[in-house]
């Protein structure tokens, strides 16, 4: 007998002695545990998304699920859409590049390529992505949020000294595609690229675009016919490069879910197929130039179940649709800024690093790692480096390129994904009843969606159900914030207008590739396209712009008037924790108190404990603030809590006397000793502290 045989009898010997529990067993042993309190509340959890979280996944929780069978590679897998994974290739290191002068973005995106990355992002600012040049844009669009690329020499400078066929390049065109799709075609004939090797997508998604800014510069109707045009140039030219793309992010900063999220990128899929198969394009090869951009949130496991759901749920469509090849699903990625903060921003390094984490077990092709100063700054070579090294600590430490799918076969996950594929669908379907995304976007539906989710979000954050670190818990009140460095536009605006130079004769026909690239090798600017291709300019499709704030700026707002008080006032807001009796008595409310009013920007103060309320309430008035919190325990409160709420009411008429901990049947005659309000676990910690700095004086900005 083999000594391997032998260890796996010894084995089995050993664990046939302890009994196999079953569910029932667990379950019984947890209810033991939590001693009368509701098995259902307290183990099972509710998402943002309305999916309830078991406690515990076993074998039971995944049978029957159809995409346990599949692959990677297959085409409606939740698995990698590379049977291989990443150990052929891994994801392509896509970091944005802020700068808006083109040489200055060459000079960075070299720099960049050489410490790492592979792949180049190209967002265009707000004045090419409207198709206009930059003697006509208006005030802050040149070099606002991208960069400025107004004709082919632009994109020369660009890319110059890049080896095309070593990175992958992407594009975010607004409503530009046409004249970038006649650049990049033109530099590409110009540079002798193997239009088959060129990686990358245009991203082209004039929905995104129209939900961000709740209008389009041509009519609805001009958009789809731009795409078309450039689905017909590509076509001839650079086969395999993207053209549509669905973005997820537009969605992820109105607040919307991972669910709502993925609803809404499948009906901007099913919109462009319909709208480019009555253009006479087959779905199928749309499908083919179809790219899909997920926004990465906070919510680990949920995020990497969207992403797996998504392969299945684009699957569907394709069959929908009578797509006899199906294409698998290409999908790229962003770490999220809903959950970004501008207070404590070093955190978002750990945001951002789970975030991509999380990327990477789902199986992008594609990354984009946000930096941990973009709500603040355009970024430093600091920030830059520290975004761009996550893709190789990723790679190289982490060793993700040596294994395939290392989510796939977890109870939990697989049945995650199931659950977000039936959610996701049903939302899907909802978004169709109305008319399809465009219909749905006009009529508020889109909003209401997001909107929901975001307050939902909002409310946990404001009880602190939900953390986010340095903003609603661990607040450090020494802090300094970040140098708010922003380009000089109107210097590039003069720089950028003396560059490009116009050619309002020029002749190009909207169906006809050949002219478009050769307007583009003549040096047409983005301008000249618009006046040539578009007779109708202006603002079209008016429609309420999904709302895009960070979670966190309600908070920003309170700890933004708390510095403006000390500004003017040379002291912060102060807030007074009269503690009884010894400190095993009073430390836990105590803390409790001090870290929940830190969120507010308050400069506590922390004494030892009284015994006598005359005494405390002369300390408070010594210290100058206008605000008491009362901390103790239960059976001091019964005792304590009227002599010294009516001690702090005599020396201090004007103060604001809370108590810490909820006061129960006594609530009545609390208010009538002196109490105001009162703080407990499920206080709103948000409305509490702004109600509180307003009664200290502090002037708050509007919340959104």
Known sequence: MSEETNTTNEMKTLLDEFPRPSYADWKSAAEALLKGAPFEKKMLTKTVEGITLQPIYRKESV???????????????????????????????VQEITAGDPAEY?????????????????????????????????????????????????????????????ISIHFKPGCAVVPMAA????????????????????????????????????????MMDQLKAAFDLLDGVLPNFGLVGCSGIPFHMAGGSAVDELALVLAESVEYIRQLGKRGIAAADVAKRTVFTFSLGSNFFMELAKIRAARIAWARIQESFGIEEPTPMRATGRTGRFNKTTFDPYVNMLRTTTESFCGVLGGLEALTIGTFDECVRESDAFAQRIARNTHTILAEECELTRVVDPAGGSWYVESLTDEVVKAAWSRFQEIEAEGGIAEAFRKGKVAEMCGQSRADQQKRLNQRRFSLIGTNVYANLTEKLLDPRLPDYRGLVEERSAAV?????????????????????????????????????????EVPALTHHRLAENFEYLRKGAFAFEEKNGTPPKLYLVNLGPLRKHKIRADFTRGFFSSGGFDIEYPNGFDDADAAAEAFVASGSRVAVICGVDDQYAEMFVPFAKALKQKAPDCTVVLAGHPGDKEASFREAGMDTFIWIKSDNYETNREMLEKAGVAIGAAS
């Open 183 to 222: 650049f990049l075609a033109a530099w590409c004939e110009e540079n002798e690229v193997d239009p088959v090797k060129l990686r990358g997508a245009f991203h082209a998604d004039p929905i995104g675009h129209w939900v961000g800014a709740g209008a389009l510069p041509i009519p609805y109707d001009s």
């Open 106 to 166: 060459n000079k960075q995106l070299l720099d960049a390529l050489q410490k790492g990355q592979t792949g180049a992002m190209i967002s265009l600012d707000m004045a090419t992505s409207l198709l206009h040049d930059p003697s006509e844009a208006g005030e802050g669009e040149v070099g606002a949020c991208g960069l400025s690329l107004a004709q082919l020499a632009d994109l020369k400078k660009a890319l110059a000294g890049v080896v095309s066929e070593a």
């Open 63 to 93: 049978e029957g699920l159809p995409h346990l069978a599949d692959m990677p590679g297959a085409v409606a897998s939740p698995r990698s859409s590379q049977s291989a994974g990443y150990l052929d290739a891994p994801w392509d290191s």
């Open 501 to 541: 130079k116009e050619h309002p004769e020029l002749k190009v026909d909207l169906e006809d590739s050949v002219s478009l690239v050769d307007a583009a090798r003549m040096g047409a600017t983005v301008g000249d396209f618009r006046r040539a291709l578009l007779p109708e300019v202006g603002v079209f499709e």
